[in-house]
């Protein structure tokens, strides 16, 4: 018989053309899920890491496959099963996400063995709320391995390398595939591992990209409630998708709140119609900084067919950037990111093009409009124009009217062409004239800043030397206030409605101002109590190097008796031993530089997250490790592993440990032991450090948390002198968020303890 044969190594070649890489093949399994009506999918890697042992488990409760649909669907590469009938899924109706089906070689990509346990649910009428139970269950078992071992795939039967079984199952069960895939193709590294979880968080769009906006969050109305995100019929009960395992999220607090923005615009085009709209905002935050802010509206006709349908959200921040989980626009297709539009080093719209070619220019995107229907610009407004940092947002597209959008083969983004073109040019019209209309607002404040200066310089000269010139500008203007307030009671109390209308808009700019300073100064004084945390760290490092510098002199001296040894033997003994020295002081400086390193980082202080308490604490601990073994302290950390604190900096609790494990450390006897413990007691966050030694006397206790303080005359040769201000920094921290920090009664055989606690909420 003459046909075809076809070599094993397809897999391979499709799998490497198809799937580029094991985000894109996780990506598509998960679409698989979307497309069987499930639920909710969940994801778990274990031990991925280890290739051998490794392995990938993706479950999902949708309808499920029997034996058949098994095989026309999985087993037929490159099958037609989702290009039939009216591409939708049988039950709650949703467009399907894949067309190639190709999206089973994911499992290829990913392992050497794939197995399925699939249950399929019984019929259920297109429209129906929930998945009825399953009827059916099939096992399968593909062997990519021994696939690869055969010449051609007409040699798989009978080897064993696919098997498929089904049987008929009580009605008890529900219905779902859980596909178990192991060992792995290949071990997981720290980078693949990172740039999934980066990619998985924005798996599906940010909330503020597509909800509804908190009332108040805008100053004008926007084109949407909440955007459609997906072609799906009404009764849908939604979509979950949970990673677990080594692939967990964990605590990722994705920064997408609404309120962050300076503006904010929403646009559409409905390729039936030819309509094109656009809509832009300011924020409320933004018009209380720019009181003379305005929105923009547009509507024009481009005519039918001019592009595909898409609608979209931008969140723009001026002169502040987003954090690096969320920067960049977002493209989406029926719910799903498209990569690689929106990464960090992706540019699909040209801002950062424009911004490191920045000339003084008007933009020329908005050169397309007319310009009697748009607002005036600068001569110089290219000037003020930000890169990718500066907006969040999602472009929302549909496979039924996304006609010219073609996925490239390796599922990395849209074929070159009109359609995604005419999307990039109206989605950088918008943020243009996001930058236009800021630019211009911005110009009109600039004499009003400039007064501001002025204000400042004058209340220098007129400052003494006990007060600073802004703490005698927001007293006097607090006088003020004070003044028109009793102005305003008594006209009102006399009747007098016009003079206290006239007193209360005479007082607006006052109160303006004493806003703008409270502002200024709540968001800075975070920082100042980290650095001043810092400070006292760094002045130990600076002893810790010192101590280490006359370690290593000795440790050259001995290097140099070595060479006068005559025995050999002798003289390598000598000199193994100084090169251990060696490798532990230079542990020693790694260690502390890394604490450091993690202490002053940008991201220690840019964004609260729910952090673990233990992992903190013992980032610290590294940082006295020395001292502690000096000294032979017995250092017991029994924290909880799963204990989280309510959202802080980073380096806020690394500056509350730090502060408090170095009191316990300088003042603990030498044998001794400190006992760090955590617990969650009555809606708080308890953590208490005892330590043998000196003990404090409680009724004197809270002085010690006033500045200067010292208690210490003597410098430590680790940990330095006492600068009087640890506990006044860390009472700072933990006041900030409402908690309470006392010295306490010790437990038995210790001599000093003291506790803080955090409300959890």
Same mark, same amino acid.
């Given at each position: 018989?003459? %046909?075809?044969?076809?070599d094993t190594?397809?897999?391979?070649e499709?799998?490497?053309?198809?799937?580029?890489?094991?985000?894109?093949?996780?990506?598509?399994?998960?679409?698989?899920?979307?497309?069987?009506?499930?639920?909710?999918?969940?994801?778990?890697?274990?031990?991925?890491?280890?290739?051998?042992?490794?392995?990938?488990?993706?479950?999902?409760?949708?309808?499920?496959?029997?034996?058949?649909?098994?095989?026309?669907?999985?087993?037929?590469?490159? %099958?037609?099963?989702?290009?039939?009938?009216?591409?939708?899924?049988?039950?709650?109706?949703?467009?399907?996400?894949?067309?190639?089906?190709?999206g089973?070689?994911?499992?290829?990509?990913?392992?050497?063995?794939?197995?399925?346990?699939?249950r399929?649910a019984?019929?259920?009428?297109r429209?129906?709320?929930?998945?009825?139970?399953?009827?059916?269950?099939?096992?399968?078992?593909?062997?990519?391995?021994?696939?690869e071992?055969?010449?051609?795939?007409?040699?798989?039967?009978?080897?064993?390398?696919?098997?498929?079984?089904?049987r008929?199952?009580?009605?008890?069960?529900?219905?779902?595939?859980t596909?178990?895939?192991?060992?792995?193709?290949?071990?997981w590294?720290?980078?693949?591992?990172?740039?999934?979880?980066?990619?998985?968080?924005?798996?599906?769009?940010?909330?503020?990209?597509?909800?509804?906006?908190?009332?108040?969050?805008v100053?004008?109305?926007?084109?949407?409630?909440?955007?459609?995100?997906?072609?799906q019929?009404?009764?849908?009960?939604?979509?979950?998708?949970?990673?677990?395992?080594?692939?967990?999220? %964990?605590?990722?607090?994705?920064?997408?709140?609404?309120e962050?923005?300076?503006?904010?615009?929403?646009?559409?085009?409905?390729?039936d119609?030819?309509?094109?709209?656009?809509?832009?905002?300011?924020?409320?935050?933004?018009?209380?900084?720019?009181p003379?802010?305005?929105?923009?509206?547009?509507?024009?006709?481009?005519?039918?067919?001019?592009?595909?349908?898409?609608?979209?959200?931008?969140?723009?921040?001026?002169?502040?950037?987003?954090?690096?989980?969320?920067?960049?626009i977002?493209?989406?297709?029926e719910?799903?990111?498209?990569?690689?539009?929106?990464d960090?080093?992706?540019?699909?719209?040209?801002?950062?093009?424009?911004?490191?070619?920045?000339?003084k220019?008007?933009?020329t995107?908005?050169?397309?409009?007319?310009?009697?229907?748009?607002?005036?610009?600068?001569k @110089?407004?290219?000037?003020?124009?930000q890169?990718?940092?500066?907006?969040?947002?999602?472009i929302?597209?549909?496979?039924?009217?996304?006609?010219?959008?073609e996925?490239?083969?390796?599922?990395?983004?849209?074929?070159?062409?009109?359609?995604?073109?005419f999307?990039?040019q109206?989605?950088?019209?918008?943020?243009?004239?996001i930058?236009?209309?800021?630019?211009?607002?911005?110009?009109?404040?600039?004499?009003?800043?400039?007064?501001?200066?002025?204000?400042?310089?004058?209340?220098?000269?007129?400052? @003494?030397?006990?007060?600073?010139?802004?703490?005698?500008?927001?007293?006097?203007?607090?006088?003020?206030?004070?003044?028109?307030?009793?102005?305003?009671q008594?006209?009102?109390e006399?009747?007098?409605?016009?003079?206290?209308?006239?007193?209360?808009?005479?007082?607006?700019?006052?109160?303006?101002? #004493?806003?703008?300073?409270?502002?200024?100064?709540?968001?800075?004084?975070?920082?100042?109590?980290?650095?001043?945390?810092?400070?006292?760290?760094?002045?130990?490092?600076?002893?810790? #190097?010192?101590?280490?510098?006359?370690?290593?002199s000795?440790?050259?001296?001995?290097?140099?008796?070595?060479?006068?040894?005559?025995?050999?033997?002798?003289?390598?003994?000598?000199?193994?031993?100084?090169?251990?020295k060696?490798?532990?002081?230079?542990?020693?400086?790694?260690?502390?530089?890394?604490?450091?390193?993690?202490?002053?980082?940008?991201e220690?202080?840019?964004?609260?997250?729910?952090?673990?308490?233990?992992?903190?604490?013992e980032?610290?601990?590294?940082?006295?490790?020395?001292?502690?073994?000096?000294?032979? #302290?017995?250092?017991?950390?029994?924290?909880?592993?799963?204990?989280?604190?309510?959202?802080?900096?980073?380096?806020?609790?690394?500056?509350?440990?730090?502060?408090?494990?170095?009191?316990?450390?300088?003042?603990s006897?030498?044998?001794?032991?400190?006992?760090?413990?955590?617990?969650e007691?009555?809606?708080?966050?308890?953590?208490?450090?005892?330590?043998?030694g000196?003990a404090?006397?409680?009724?004197?206790?809270?002085?010690?948390?006033?500045?200067?303080?010292?208690?210490?005359?003597?410098?430590?040769?680790?940990?330095?002198?006492?600068?009087?201000?640890?506990?006044?920094?860390?009472?700072?921290?933990?006041?900030?968020y409402? %908690?309470?920090?006392?010295?306490?009664?010790?437990?038995?055989g210790?001599?000093?303890?003291?506790?803080?606690?955090?409300?959890?909420?």
């Amino acid at each position: 018989m003459t %046909g075809f044969s076809v070599d094993t190594k397809l897999f391979q070649e499709l799998g490497e053309l198809l799937v580029a890489k094991e985000s894109t093949a996780l990506v598509e399994l998960i679409k698989n899920a979307y497309d069987a009506d499930a639920t909710l999918v969940t994801v778990t890697g274990v031990n991925l890491g280890n290739a051998s042992s490794g392995s990938i488990v993706v479950s999902d409760d949708g309808v499920g496959m029997d034996s058949g649909e098994f095989r026309r669907g999985f087993l037929t590469i490159a %099958g037609r099963t989702k290009n039939s009938g009216d591409r939708r899924s049988p039950v709650f109706g949703r467009r399907y996400t894949g067309e190639k089906g190709v999206g089973r070689l994911a499992s290829h990509k990913l392992g050497m063995v794939v197995e399925v346990e699939s249950r399929k649910a019984g019929p259920a009428p297109r429209g129906a709320v929930a998945l009825p139970p399953a009827i059916s269950e099939v096992i399968a078992r593909i062997d990519w391995g021994a696939i690869e071992a055969l010449e051609t795939l007409d040699q798989i039967d009978g080897t064993g390398a696919v098997r498929v079984d089904e049987r008929a199952i009580p009605s008890k069960f529900s219905s779902g595939t859980t596909l178990t895939i192991a060992p792995l193709r290949t071990a997981w590294s720290d980078r693949i591992r990172s740039s999934f979880l980066r990619e998985a968080a924005t798996l599906a769009p940010l909330a503020a990209t597509w909800k509804k906006l908190p009332v108040g969050t805008v100053a004008e109305e926007l084109l949407f409630d909440a955007l459609p995100i997906r072609d799906q019929q009404t009764g849908d009960p939604g979509f979950e998708v949970v990673f677990g395992g080594d692939l967990s999220l %964990g605590d990722r607090l994705l920064p997408d709140v609404a309120e962050g923005a300076s503006w904010i615009a929403e646009l559409s085009f409905d390729r039936d119609t030819g309509i094109l709209r656009i809509a832009l905002s300011p924020t409320k935050a933004e018009l209380r900084k720019y009181p003379s802010a305005e929105g923009f509206r547009l509507e024009t006709n481009l005519g039918p067919d001019a592009g595909p349908s898409f609608t979209g959200r931008i969140l723009q921040r001026s002169g502040k950037v987003w954090d690096p989980e969320v920067q960049g626009i977002r493209v989406f297709m029926e719910g799903f990111r498209v990569s690689p539009y929106g990464d960090l080093r992706d540019d699909w719209l040209g801002l950062e093009r424009t911004y490191l070619s920045r000339q003084k220019r008007q933009l020329t995107s908005l050169e397309a409009l007319d310009p009697d229907r748009i607002p005036a610009g600068l001569k @110089d407004e290219e000037l003020v124009t930000q890169g990718n940092q500066a907006y969040m947002g999602g472009i929302f597209l549909h496979r039924s009217s996304s006609p010219g959008l073609e996925m490239v083969v390796s599922r990395e983004g849209f074929l070159p062409s009109a359609a995604f073109d005419f999307i990039t040019q109206w989605t950088r019209v918008t943020t243009d004239l996001i930058v236009r209309l800021g630019s211009v607002v911005r110009k009109e404040i600039k004499e009003i800043k400039h007064q501001q200066r002025l204000a400042q310089r004058d209340a220098g000269i007129r400052s @003494d030397v006990n007060e600073t010139p802004t703490a005698l500008r927001v007293r006097e203007q607090a006088l003020h206030v004070e003044r028109s307030f009793a102005n305003i009671q008594e006209a009102v109390e006399r009747n007098d409605f016009l003079t206290a209308a006239r007193e209360a808009k005479e007082l607006q700019p006052n109160l303006s101002e #004493i806003r703008e300073m409270a502002d200024q100064f709540g968001s800075e004084a975070v920082q100042w109590r980290v650095l001043a945390s810092l400070g006292a760290e760094l002045a130990a490092f600076v002893h810790e #190097i010192n101590a280490v510098g006359l370690q290593i002199s000795a440790l050259a001296q001995e290097l140099e008796d070595a060479l006068t040894i005559d025995d050999l033997r002798r003289t390598r003994t000598a000199i193994r031993k100084a090169r251990q020295k060696a490798l532990d002081l230079a542990d020693r400086i790694r260690r502390n530089a890394t604490y450091l390193v993690d202490a002053t980082s940008f991201e220690g202080r840019r964004r609260r997250a729910r952090l673990s308490l233990r992992d903190r604490f013992e980032t610290v601990r590294t940082f006295f490790e020395s001292r502690i073994a000096q000294r032979k #302290i017995t250092l017991v950390d029994n924290i909880p592993t799963d204990m989280r604190t309510p959202p802080m900096f980073p380096s806020e609790l690394s500056g509350i440990f730090t502060n408090l494990l170095s009191n316990a450390v300088k003042f603990s006897d030498v044998g001794g032991r400190i006992e760090v413990v955590a617990r969650e007691h009555g809606g708080f966050c308890e953590v208490q450090i005892s330590n043998t030694g000196v003990a404090v006397e409680l009724s004197r206790a809270r002085r010690l948390f006033d500045a200067f303080q010292s208690t210490t005359e003597r410098p430590d040769a680790i940990l330095g002198q006492g600068m009087g201000m640890g506990l006044t920094i860390t009472r700072a921290f933990v006041q900030e968020y409402g %908690g309470e920090i006392e010295f306490v009664v010790p437990p038995d055989g210790f001599s000093t303890a003291i506790r803080f606690r955090i409300p959890t909420r």
